[in-house]
């Protein structure tokens, strides 16, 4: 449980036990009992009494809740408590899983790794042997192809340390109308952690690499829902310029401790500032290709948009899609909570980040009028190239009542967040509206 | 009883356990998604491989849920169904999900 979570404790794992014996949970939670003729209601005030306190409501209609029930306060919420090394995710989906984070806990400068999200596409590695993991370098492109273990490439390599932002390439998908198909992301599948590795670069140079080289895709050890062996789950990667910057990482740390499981442990891919399915987890193959990458989820629909704008609910062919490469402007308020309740007399510190692809933030704007004025933020330097920007201001406001605080960030080329959901396309990419959240001023 | 009859019911016995194991975890999370009939269907095709808040979590036309479910089979690993098949994952899909508001998208 975090400090944020004051409205009612939840009990963990509560998901696991009713799914085991919803009766037997029923009781062990609130000690409650029902009728075993009408199986509904409670036969003792005890057992209404701990799972209202537990909602934080009464409940009016108890008398026909049925037995076995999880209340929706808490199924609402997802089963957080499940993920290992993470804490306060909203699970969108189980298998695969995939995990966003609410926007008041990625207040941090450097996202904490119980607080990176979590997008998975297959399963991942139950066995990890990390001293006997090797990374294979091979592909037509490569002049010659080789293997290291993570202990080889600590040792062959310069090691490097940089603040990285990764934001799947889906995140804010529920908001287009008509409804885009896949998880249905808000705004918290977005991430800006330290990562240890080294350059993607010195390990592609050092097998070399032949003047035909186009991309660089990848393969990791998760296994394809089916069960098919012979399926990857996903292999995509990043052209071969991508590929060689210098932030570009092969990397075994975030935020100087192993990576988390769930992020890819022992060792990922980060190419940072496009859609986070570029940078694999679970890494142990890279090949240099000498045309695009054709693994799996690199083809059109996946990962895809339409190369002309289309109207809400078009079916656009497959081969009018072309491939998502930077991500586009955004930013993101942290802090305070979406729904705070804030002193007129007070000043009112927003913070958050802002982020642009392979691009910088030149400003964040704030708004507390639905956009009609804008008031400029401090923003502050990315700690290194790829990094998002953190940015904080404060406002003050003119009568009691409810407001909207809305940011904007503007890109280095004059590109801006739009204020309505930008360009519909049928897989619900790219979605870089403006961030808005509520307060009530008393 | 033969040593072979033991065989067979041991294997019988193991199987049903491993059955057992596994249909109770794919029922919690197919009840999300359908009781009653249909439900078998989508065991063994959707909730076989993802679990079934992929699908609550989505919403769509009858045709866009056609496209999903031939999505699925096109380039997921889904097993090719028949028309009867489809036609059953689409109505309940579409019965269990809706259509989206625009006011269900606001965050």
């Not at chain 1, 799914?19 to 000690?31: E, K, N, T, V």
């Not at chain 1, 990667?237 to 570009?248: D, M, N, Q, T, Y």
């Not at chain 1, 909207?404 to 619900?428: H, K, Y």
Request: proline share 6%; glycine share 8%; hydrophobic share 40%.
């Amino acid at each position: 449980m975090s400090q944020y979570d004051d409205e009612k404790a939840r009990p963990s794992h509560i998901d696991s036990l009713y799914a085991a014996d919803p009766i037997a949970a029923d009781r062990r939670l609130w000690g409650r009992e029902t009728s075993a003729l009408s199986r509904r209601g409670f036969l003792k005030k005890s057992g209404l009494v701990a799972m209202s306190a537990a909602i934080g409501a009464a409940i009016p209609f108890s008398r026909f809740m049925p037995a076995g029930l999880i209340p929706a306060a808490f199924a609402a919420e997802g089963s957080s408590a499940q993920i290992e090394g993470k804490e306060g995710l909203i699970v969108l989906n189980d298998r695969p899983l995939n995990a966003e984070t609410p926007a008041h806990l990625l207040d941090d400068s450097i996202t904490p790794s119980k607080y990176m999200f979590v997008r998975n596409n297959g399963v991942p590695p139950t066995t990890i042997d990390v001293d006997n993991w090797t990374l294979e370098i091979a592909g037509e492109s490569c002049v010659n192809p080789l293997s290291f273990s993570i202990a080889e490439l600590k040792q062959r390599f310069e090691e490097v340390t940089l603040q990285l932002q990764l934001e799947c390439g889906g995140n804010g998908r529920s908001e287009f109308v008509p409804a885009a198909s896949g998880n249905q992301w808000t705004t918290g599948a977005i991430g800006c952690p330290t990562f240890t590795g080294v350059r993607l670069r010195d390990v592609l140079n050092y097998c070399g690499v032949g003047a035909d080289a186009e991309y660089v895709g990848y393969y990791g050890a998760d296994t394809h829902l089916s069960g098919d062996a012979d399926r990857d789950p996903i292999s995509r990667g990043v052209p071969i310029a991508k590929a060689l910057e210098r932030e570009s990482l092969i990397a075994w740390q975030m935020n100087g401790e192993d990576l988390p499981l769930q992020n890819g442990y022992p060792l990922r891919l980060v190419c940072a500032g496009w859609p986070a399915s570029v940078s694999g987890k679970w890494l142990n193959k890279l090949v240099v290709r000498n045309q695009t990458h054709d693994g799996e989820k690199m083809a059109a629909p996946s990962y895809s948009v339409p190369k002309q704008p289309v109207a809400p609910g078009s079916r656009v062919p497959n081969e009018d899609m072309k491939i998502i490469e930077s991500m586009p402007v955004k930013s993101l308020i942290t802090f305070p909570k979406s729904g705070v309740t804030h002193d007129l007399r007070e000043r009112l510190i927003v913070r958050g980040h802002a982020w642009a692809g392979d691009d910088q933030v030149s400003g964040v704007y704030l708004s507390i009028d639905f956009g009609a004025t804008w008031l400029p933020t401090g923003v502050n330097s990315p700690a290194n190239r790829l990094a998002w920007q953190d940015f904080s201001g404060w406002l003050q406001f003119p009568q009691p009542g409810y407001y909207e605080i809305w940011a904007r960030a503007m890109d280095t080329q004059g590109r801006s967040q739009p204020l309505v959901i930008p360009g519909w396309n049928p897989r619900g990419y790219l979605n870089n509206t403006a961030h808005r959240i509520a307060v009530q001023v008393v | 009883m033969t040593a072979m009859t033991i065989k067979i019911v041991l294997r019988f016995l193991l199987t049903a356990c491993a059955f057992a194991a596994s249909v109770s975890v794919a029922a919690q999370t197919t009840d999300a998604f359908v009781q009653g009939e249909g439900k078998e269907t989508v065991q063994a095709t959707c909730t076989r491989c993802h679990s079934a808040t992929l699908v609550t979590q989505n919403s769509g036309s009858e045709d866009v849920w056609r496209i999903r479910v031939r999505l699925m089979q096109a380039s997921h690993g889904m097993p090719a169904i028949d028309e009867a098949t489809e036609s059953t994952i689409v109505a309940i899909s579409l019965h269990t999900t809706g259509k989206k508001r625009r006011q269900d998208a606001r965050r």
